[in-house]
């Protein structure tokens, strides 16, 4: 991430500053950082400090219910009936997880009761549909319909949702670290020109809130695997500067400026995100291999050593049959995957596809969780054999 700030800081770090002329109290100066203090950080300065509390509440232990299939195979999943309800943080409903990401769908109705913070990962939300205001004590970001929002760890926030506005997200959690692939920058952290987005569009909070009040703040921390509840007494976002390269931002997908080739380029051309043992890639709208010899789909491919998960976001999907916007494709390690039957004699010749997809790929296996058999689609294994069509893989 690039330096950004807002509101009012000094010229120098960890001097004296007074909220209001020399007779009033001093701020609080908070470094909130990565890597101990030799990773990215950004300081703020509050008018109370943030170990305040009120009343310490309840922890709640993440219980997660692992659905483990019968047989090794290709999935599919449709995430459009999964029902809506609950809060930004409630309403998510696990999909799948290992110990880099766990990945959820989430479709809130209702705003938080109090403030969130995520005290043991970085988060990513999709937003699939809806929009909104993320509220940050570094302060308000706004996002919309295809924007990726990325919520740094220890970021207090709560979600402004609009009366009637529905949300669909996908949403991760990692205890690593979201950046920006290491090839897309040169030594001194500035994206290339040759990386798919420049630093123009990842997007900081645009209006800083800062509260001096006092009342009943409810504050649920995500830390250990669990929730743990606080009661604040004063309001948590009392900050009135802050400075530095650690802040949550949206980056739109339709801002991923997409490669394409003579012929095919393999996915990494469209990674967005790196993490611990996994990518985040966008498919976005592009024109396809322009070759009169080109195949326009991708080839077969054995992940051999990776997972390879899309969401399915908008346009017509080409190279999958039967694969609806708001689908999940898994093709898991160990078995090769490619388009099915057909799929590629019908591409041949197209210049463009308006496909948006959201792809993850990880390194390390995934453990699906129970939703995942509730929207399976156990068909999808055999779409490969159309002498087998509608035959179903074991659940
Ligand atoms: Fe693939």
């Given at each position: 991430m690039r330096y950004a700030t807002l509101g009012r800081i000094p010229a120098k770090r960890h001097v004296q500053v007074h909220s209001n002329g020399a007779a009033s109290p001093l701020l609080?100066?908070?470094v909130m950082g990565y890597e101990g203090f030799s990773g990215n950080e950004s300081?703020?300065?509050?008018l109370q400090s943030p170990c305040r509390l009120e009343r310490i509440g309840g922890f709640r232990r993440i219980e997660r219910e692992e659905w483990v299939p019968d047989a090794h195979v290709h999935r599919l999943c449709d995430t459009n009936?999964?029902?809506?309800?609950?809060?930004?943080?409630?309403?998510?409903?696990?999909?799948?997880?290992?110990g880099d990401i766990e990945v959820s769908i989430?479709?809130?109705?209702?705003?938080l009761d109090g403030f969130y913070r995520n005290g043991e990962g970085d988060e990513v939300v999709y937003i699939h549909r809806g929009r909104g205001v993320v509220r940050t004590?570094?302060?308000?970001?706004?996002?919309?319909?295809?924007?990726?929002?990325v919520i740094p760890r220890g970021t207090t926030h709560a979600w402004e949702l609009p009366d009637g506005e529905e949300q669909f997200w996908v949403c991760f959690h990692t205890p690593g670290e979201i950046e920006t692939p290491n090839r897309y920058r040169n030594r001194y952290?500035?994206?290339?020109?040759?990386?798919?987005?420049?630093?123009?569009?990842?997007?900081p909070p645009v209006e800083l809130e800062t509260f001096d009040d006092s009342g009943e703040f409810p504050v649920t921390v995500r830390v250990r695997d669990g929730?743990?509840?606080?009661?604040?007494?004063?309001?948590?976002?009392?900050?009135?500067?802050w400075d530095g390269y650690v802040w949550p931002y949206t980056f739109n997908a339709d801002d991923f400026e997409p490669r394409a080739g003579r012929f095919h380029l393999p996915p990494p051309a469209h990674q967005t995100f790196q993490g611990p043992n996994f990518v985040i890639c966008t498919f976005?709208?592009?024109?396809?291999?322009?070759?009169?010899?080109?195949?326009?789909?991708?080839?077969?491919h054995s992940n051999i050593q990776s997972e390879e998960v899309m969401f399915y976001a908008a346009g017509d999907y080409a190279a999958r049959e039967g694969v609806d916007v708001g689908c999940i494709t898994l093709h898991p390690s160990g078995l090769p995957h490619g388009p099915q039957p057909g799929a590629v004699e019908k591409a041949l010749g197209k210049k463009s596809t308006d496909e948006l997809a959201v792809m993850w790929d990880t390194f390390r296996p995934l453990r699906l969780a129970a939703l995942w058999q509730e929207i399976d689609k156990p068909e999808y294994a055999y779409s490969w054999n159309p002498e087998k069509a509608g035959a179903a893989a074991p659940g």
């Open positions: 609080v100066e908070e300081i703020l300065l509050h009936p999964v029902e809506a309800g609950g809060d930004p943080v409630a309403s998510r409903r696990l999909l799948m997880w290992n989430a479709k809130p109705t209702s705003e004590v570094f302060g308000r970001v706004p996002f919309r319909e295809r924007d990726y929002v952290g500035q994206l290339l020109e040759h990386s798919p987005f420049s630093q123009r569009d990842f997007r929730f743990q509840d606080y009661l604040l007494d004063r309001h948590p976002f009392d900050v009135v500067g976005a709208p592009r024109m396809l291999d322009w070759d009169p010899e080109a195949v326009t789909l991708p080839y077969h």
